[in-house]
C-alpha cells in the first residue's frame, strides 16, 4: 500500500475540517438543549490539528502504531472514524450528548479506535513514552518476537507542556534508552488565557535535544517556502521570524487586508519584496501567511516521511489555532465557537450546499476515487486494532503461619515463591517501582528475576565481590523495571503495561509498588489508567500511623477512602499473611477477567468485568491465626468480610476492623467477653467492595428485586436490632462509618482524621483512640450502666 496522492489528502484535510466543525456547531446552535448551557467542542483547538492529523493517519502511520490525540482534537478524530465508517453519524449528531462520541477520545466510552485515552492534559503525552518501553519490554522476551514495533505517537497541545509529568516522563525516557516514540506539538502559540510566552519554545527544544531527542521545527508550509525563493522571500522570512506571537495571531483573525498594510509598513520600500507582496490578491496573501507548517499536509507529510530512524521525534509544527475558519488567531478563540452566521458564511466558502452537511464526501468531484483512496491507506486496513491474549493460569498460592509478619512480608514472600516456579503466570509478572523496591519488598523477586534493560548490565558490586542483599543486574530478560522517584510516572507505566494484551496482543502482569500516602501524588495518573480500563496490582506499603517512627509526611490516612472510591479499582486491606494469599490468588484471575459484567447475585459484584487491584499494606508483624482452610473464611476474605468471630444470639457489641488494627480489635473483643459471650468480630477485608455490593443490591430492590441482598447484608441480618458497633481502621474513620446503615445499628467510628506524628505503635494508637483500651472505652460509652472498665482493670 502506498501513501496517498497529494490531491487526496488535501481534500481529506478540508473534509475533516468540515465535519468535525459542524459537528459542534450541531451541538451547541442546532440540537435541542435542556440544560441551557454551552456544549463546547474546541473548534479552533480542532482545526489547527487537522493538517497534521491528515498527514499523521492517512499517509504516515502503520496499523501497529498507538496514537494518543490531543484532548481538544477529539472532533477532528471522531470525523476521521466517521469518514472512514468506523463512526456513526448518530453518535456524531449527539457529540458530548449521553451515548454520543465523547467530548476526549475515550478507549471505554467511544466506539471507535481510539488507542489511548485523554483527557487530563499531559498524561496521553507521557504515556506514549511509557507504551514504547512496555513494547521494547515485551518484544526483549522469547515470548514477545512476533510482535511488529511500532511507533507510540502523541499529538500534543502547545500548552500542555506546561504539565510537569511531560518533563518526568522525559527523564525516565532516557533513561531507558527510549525509542520509537514521537511528539507532535500543536505550536498554535495560544492557550485557554492567552498567547504562549515568547521565546519559551527555545527552552523546550534544549530540554528536548538534552535528553536525545530529535527535533524537527516544521515552521513554514509549500507556498511560504515557494515564495522565499522569489526575489525579497528572504525578507519575507526574516519579518516571519521575528514576529512576535500575538502580533501574529492578532493579524491572521484580521485578515488579508491588514497583513498586506502591515507588510507594506515593515517591508515596502525595499524593491522585491514589495514585488512579492503585490503580487498576491488579499486571499492570496492570507493564504500565504497563514501556510505554516503545521498547516500544510504537504509539508507534514513530507516531513514524517523523512524520519529514517527509531531516535524519538519532537515535531514542532507551527499552525494557526482556528485555522482555515473566521475565527483564526482571536485570542478569545480557546473555548470560542463560530456563531451562526458566521458558520453560514464559511459554509458557503467551504461549498457545502444545505442539507448536505453530514454527507462524507459533499464537496467531492470523484468520490468513487476519493473511496479507492481511502481503502489503500495502511494505517486503516486491518480494521479495528484491539488485540487480545490467552488467560494465564493462576498457580495456587498459600501462605499461613503461625509466625508474626507483616502483610508487606508476606506479599514479599508471595512473588518471591512464585519468582521460584515456571509458571506461565509468574513469566509474565512485570513488577515496578519509583525507587522503592527494597523497601517494598520487592528486592529477593528482582534479585532471582533480574532488572529490564534492553542491553545487558553487570552489577558492579558483585563484580567487586562487595556483599549486598540486592542483585542489581539488568538484562533484556529482566522482569522489573526501576523507576525514579516519581509515582506520575509509575502510574503512567502501569497503565501502559495493563494495557499491552489490547495493544500489542501479549498480556503481561503488571505489579507495582508505591509508599501508600504517595499514592495521592500519582492520583490523577491511577485515576486514567483505570479510565482506560488497563489491568494492573498497585501495592500501597507502608501505610498508615503504623509507620510510627516516619511522622505525619509518610503516614497515610485517606488512601482507603481513594480506594474505596477509584472506579475500575478493587481496593483490599488484609491484615494477615493467609487473607492476603487468598487475595492476590484471586487477583491474578480478576485482572485478566473481561466479561459481560452481569452482577453476581451473591454479592451483587460485576466481578465478571475484571478490573484492577490495590492492596493497602503494612510493615507492622502481627501474630497470625493459624491455617485457616474454612470457605467462609476464603470467600469473605474476597468478598470484603467475614466473621473473625461469630456473634452468639444476644448479641449487642460488634467490633468491626480492617487492616493492621485486628489485633487490638481482638484484644479489646477479648476484654468485653469477659462480660459479653456473644460478642461478635467482624474482618473488614475490602470496604471498597463490601460497600461496592451493598449499593448495587439497594439499586437491584429500587427498581423491583426483593430478594436482592449483598454480602455485608447477609452478614449482619441475623444481628439484634438493638446491638451497637465500634469500627476501627488504621485511616479514615468514614472508611467504614457506613457499617452503621446497613441494617441500623447505632456505631461509633474509630480511625485516624488528622497528620501523624512520629512515636511508637502503641503511643500513636492511643494518642487516636484506635488501641484496645480506647475501644473497649467507646463500647461502655454505647452502654450505660455496664461498667466493663471496671471488670477488666489490671
Known amino acids: 500500500m502506498t501513501a496517498l496522492a497529494p490531491n487526496h489528502l488535501k481534500t481529506i484535510e478540508q473534509r475533516l475540517l468540515w465535519l468535525s466543525h459542524w459537528m459542534i456547531h450541531n451541538a451547541n446552535h442546532i440540537r435541542p438543549k435542556v440544560d441551557g448551557i454551552k456544549v463546547g467542542g474546541h473548534q479552533a483547538s480542532s482545526a489547527s490539528m487537522v493538517s497534521i492529523m491528515t498527514a499523521l493517519y492517512f499517509s504516515a502511520l502503520r496499523p501497529e502504531d498507538r496514537v494518543a490525540v490531543k484532548p481538544h482534537a477529539s472532533p477532528i478524530f471522531h470525523a476521521m472514524q466517521y469518514l472512514m465508517g468506523n463512526q456513526t453519524r448518530e453518535k456524531m449528531e449527539n457529540f458530548r450528548g449521553f451515548h454520543g462520541v465523547q467530548s476526549y477520545p475515550s478507549r471505554t466510552k467511544d466506539i471507535d479506535d481510539v488507542d489511548f485515552s485523554t483527557g487530563s492534559v499531559g498524561l496521553g503525552v507521557a504515556v506514549t513514552s511509557f507504551a514504547s518501553l512496555v513494547q521494547d519490554y515485551i518484544t526483549a522476551k522469547a515470548w514477545g518476537e512476533d510482535v511488529t514495533l511500532g511507533r507510540m505517537v502523541a499529538l500534543v497541545g502547545d500548552a500542555e507542556l506546561d504539565e510537569g509529568n511531560i518533563y518526568e516522563a522525559l527523564q525516565e525516557g532516557w533513561k531507558n534508552d527510549l525509542r520509537n516514540t514521537w511528539w507532535i506539538i500543536d505550536y498554535n502559540r495560544q492557550s485557554l488565557d492567552g498567547v504562549v510566552r515568547e521565546g519559551l519554545f527555545k527552552r523546550i527544544e534544549q530540554i528536548f535535544d538534552a535528553f536525545g531527542w530529535d527535533v524537527v521545527k516544521v515552521?513554514?508550509?509549500?507556498?511560504?517556502?515557494?515564495?522565499?525563493?522569489?526575489?525579497?522571500?528572504?525578507?519575507?522570512?526574516?519579518?516571519?521570524?521575528?514576529?512576535?506571537?500575538?502580533?501574529?495571531?492578532?493579524?491572521?483573525?484580521?485578515?488579508?487586508?491588514?497583513?498586506?498594510?502591515?507588510?507594506?509598513?515593515?517591508?515596502?520600500?525595499?524593491?522585491?519584496?514589495?514585488?512579492?507582496?503585490?503580487?498576491?490578491?488579499?486571499?492570496?496573501?492570507?493564504?500565504?501567511?497563514?501556510?505554516?507548517?503545521?498547516?500544510?499536509v504537504q509539508t507534514m507529510a513530507e516531513t514524517f516521511a523523512a524520519i529514517d530512524h527509531d531516535r524519538p521525534v519532537c515535531f514542532l509544527a507551527y499552525t494557526i489555532k482556528g485555522w482555515g475558519t473566521p475565527i483564526a488567531g482571536h485570542k478569545d478563540n480557546h473555548g470560542g465557537l463560530m456563531n451562526k452566521s458566521q458558520m453560514a458564511e464559511w459554509q458557503k466558502h467551504m461549498g457545502v450546499a444545505e442539507g448536505e452537511e453530514w454527507e462524507k464526501f459533499a464537496t467531492v468531484a470523484d468520490p468513487d476515487a476519493l473511496q479507492a483512496a481511502l481503502d489503500r491507506v495502511p494505517f486503516f486496513a486491518k480494521g479495528r486494532r484491539r488485540y487480545e491474549d490467552a488467560t494465564l493460569t493462576v498457580p495456587q498460592i498459600e501462605l499461613s503461619s503461625d509466625r508474626e509478619i507483616s502483610t508487606q512480608m508476606a506479599f514479599g514472600?508471595?512473588?518471591?515463591?512464585?519468582?521460584?516456579?515456571?509458571?506461565?503466570?509468574?513469566?509474565?509478572?512485570?513488577?515496578?517501582?519509583?525507587?522503592?523496591?527494597?523497601?517494598?519488598?520487592?528486592?529477593?523477586?528482582?534479585?532471582?528475576?533480574?532488572?529490564?534493560?534492553?542491553?545487558?548490565?553487570?552489577?558492579?558490586?558483585?563484580?567487586?565481590?562487595?556483599?549486598?542483599?540486592?542483585?542489581?543486574?539488568?538484562?533484556?530478560?529482566?522482569?522489573h523495571i526501576e523507576l525514579g522517584i516519581a509515582e506520575m510516572n509509575l502510574f503512567l507505566l502501569l497503565g501502559a503495561a495493563g494495557l499491552s494484551h489490547s495493544l500489542f496482543g501479549k498480556r503481561v502482569i503488571p505489579i507495582g509498588t508505591v509508599y501508600d500516602p504517595f499514592v495521592a501524588r500519582g492520583l490523577d495518573a491511577l485515576n486514567y489508567a483505570?479510565?482506560?480500563?488497563?489491568?494492573?496490582?498497585?501495592?500501597?506499603?507502608?501505610?498508615?500511623?503504623?509507620?510510627?517512627?516516619?511522622?505525619?509526611?509518610?503516614?497515610?490516612?485517606?488512601?482507603?477512602?481513594?480506594?474505596?472510591?477509584?472506579?475500575?479499582?478493587?481496593?483490599?486491606?488484609?491484615?494477615?499473611?493467609?487473607?492476603?494469599?487468598?487475595?492476590?490468588?484471586?487477583?491474578?484471575?480478576?485482572?485478566?477477567?473481561?466479561?459481560?459484567?452481569?452482577?453476581?447475585?451473591?454479592?451483587?459484584?460485576?466481578?465478571?468485568?475484571?478490573?484492577?487491584?490495590?492492596?493497602?499494606?503494612?510493615?507492622?508483624?502481627?501474630?497470625?491465626?493459624?491455617?485457616?482452610?474454612?470457605?467462609?473464611?476464603?470467600?469473605?476474605?474476597?468478598?470484603?468480610?467475614?466473621?473473625?468471630?461469630?456473634?452468639?444470639?444476644?448479641?449487642?457489641?460488634?467490633?468491626?476492623?480492617?487492616?493492621?488494627?485486628?489485633?487490638?480489635?481482638?484484644?479489646?473483643?477479648?476484654?468485653?467477653?469477659?462480660?459479653?459471650?456473644?460478642?461478635?468480630?467482624?474482618?473488614?477485608?475490602?470496604?471498597?467492595?463490601?460497600?461496592?455490593?451493598?449499593?448495587?443490591?439497594?439499586?437491584?430492590?429500587?427498581?423491583?428485586?426483593?430478594?436482592?441482598?449483598?454480602?455485608?447484608e447477609s452478614l449482619l441480618a441475623d444481628l439484634p436490632r438493638d446491638c451497637k458497633m465500634v469500627t476501627v481502621i488504621d485511616g479514615h474513620p468514614a472508611t467504614l462509618s457506613w457499617l452503621g446503615s446497613v441494617v441500623g445499628h447505632q456505631t461509633v467510628p474509630l480511625g485516624v482524621e488528622h497528620f501523624g506524628q512520629t512515636g511508637t505503635i502503641a503511643d500513636l494508637y492511643q494518642h487516636f483512640g484506635i488501641d484496645a483500651r480506647s475501644i473497649v472505652e467507646k463500647v461502655q460509652g454505647l452502654t450505660p450502666g455496664r461498667q466493663m472498665l471496671h471488670r477488666v482493670a489490671g
Open 219 to 296: 515552521k513554514y508550509g509549500a507556498l511560504q517556502r515557494a515564495a522565499f525563493e522569489e526575489p525579497g522571500g528572504d525578507k519575507l522570512r526574516d519579518w516571519i521570524d521575528n514576529c512576535p506571537n500575538q502580533l501574529y495571531s492578532a493579524l491572521t483573525f484580521m485578515g488579508g487586508a491588514v497583513w498586506r498594510q502591515r507588510l507594506m509598513d515593515a517591508l515596502g520600500d525595499q524593491g522585491d519584496v514589495t514585488a512579492l507582496i503585490e503580487a498576491r490578491s488579499d486571499d492570496e496573501l492570507a493564504d500565504l501567511m497563514e501556510n505554516l507548517g503545521g498547516n500544510c
Open 413 to 479: 514472600k508471595i512473588l518471591d515463591d512464585l519468582s521460584k516456579g515456571d509458571s506461565d503466570l509468574a513469566e509474565r509478572i512485570v513488577t515496578m517501582s519509583p525507587d522503592v523496591t527494597g523497601t517494598t519488598n520487592l528486592g529477593p523477586w528482582v534479585n532471582r528475576r533480574k532488572l529490564f534493560a534492553r542491553k545487558e548490565q553487570a552489577d558492579t558490586f558483585i563484580n567487586e565481590k562487595i556483599p549486598s542483599t540486592a542483585k542489581w543486574e539488568f538484562t533484556p530478560t529482566g522482569q
Open 530 to 712: 483505570c479510565y482506560q480500563d488497563a489491568r494492573f496490582m498497585i501495592v500501597g506499603t507502608p501505610s498508615g500511623v503504623t509507620l510510627a517512627p516516619e511522622g505525619g509526611a509518610h503516614q497515610s490516612i485517606g488512601t482507603p477512602l481513594i480506594g474505596m472510591s477509584q472506579d475500575g479499582l478493587a481496593s483490599f486491606e488484609p491484615a494477615f499473611a493467609d487473607e492476603l494469599a487468598v487475595i492476590m490468588q484471586w487477583a491474578f484471575d480478576y485482572l485478566q477477567r473481561d466479561g459481560e459484567g452481569d452482577p453476581d447475585e451473591r454479592t451483587w459484584l460485576r466481578d465478571e468485568t475484571g478490573g484492577s487491584v490495590y492492596l493497602r499494606l503494612t510493615t507492622n508483624p502481627i501474630e497470625q491465626p493459624g491455617k485457616r482452610v474454612d470457605e467462609d473464611f476464603r470467600q469473605g476474605a474476597i468478598d470484603g468480610a467475614y466473621w473473625l468471630r461469630k456473634p452468639g444470639p444476644n448479641c449487642d457489641v460488634v467490633i468491626a476492623y480492617q487492616g493492621a488494627v485486628a489485633p487490638e480489635a481482638i484484644k479489646a473483643a477479648g476484654m468485653i467477653a469477659e462480660g459479653r459471650r456473644d460478642v461478635g468480630v467482624l474482618a473488614v477485608t475490602s470496604a471498597d467492595r463490601l460497600n461496592a455490593g451493598w449499593t448495587a443490591a439497594q439499586r437491584a430492590r429500587a427498581r423491583g428485586n426483593a430478594e436482592a441482598e449483598s454480602h455485608i
